[in-house]
């Protein structure tokens, strides 16, 4: 199946594409395509496209990328309107799942007994904490050399 996109071309922080027909099994930087359509430059927003071969693409079933039907209706090319343009990036999870895992679980402070209550009672002895025996520690395994 053949698709018309776009060839990214030009220097780093200076894109240029060519828009060009291409199989659609090919990825996009391989370089390999059928013809080359005309350009576009996102920074000046020029572009030449060659209308004549173009629709002849168009008619022997290679299919626009989103990007590439939006520019033909901006130059007036195609008719039709411009396609929603939707990236592949993952979905930023909920704000509340993630706070609950980075922060610790608060404890909430205790309220002030007030003075009309009834008087507490001795609080409880605190239970002196078992003694637990210290554990081995795990011998250290003993690096060797290995000869190839």
């Known amino acids: 199946m053949l698709v018309i996109r776009l060839f990214r071309i030009g220097k780093k922080n200076q894109p240029i594409f060519k828009i060009v027909v291409a199989e659609k099994s090919q990825p996009p ?11 576009y430059n996102p920074i000046t927003k020029e572009k030449a496209i060659k209308e004549e071969r173009l629709k002849h693409w168009l008619k022997m079933g290679a299919a626009p990328s989103d990007t590439v ?8 090319v195609v008719a039709g309107k411009k396609r929603k343009i939707t990236l592949n990036k993952p979905e930023p999870k909920p704000e509340s799942e993630t706070k609950e895992k980075t922060e610790a679980p608060k404890e909430k402070p205790a309220e002030p007994a007030s003075a009309s209550a009834e008087p507490v009672s001795d609080p409880l002895p605190e239970a002196e904490p078992a003694e637990v ?16």
């Open 29 to 39: 930087r391989a370089g390999v395509f059928v013809e080359d359509l005309g350009f």
């Open 69 to 76: 039907h939006n520019l033909l209706v901006s130059a007036k």
């Open 133 to 148: 025996p210290a554990a081995e520690p795990a011998p250290e395994p003993k690096l060797t050399e290995q000869k190839d």
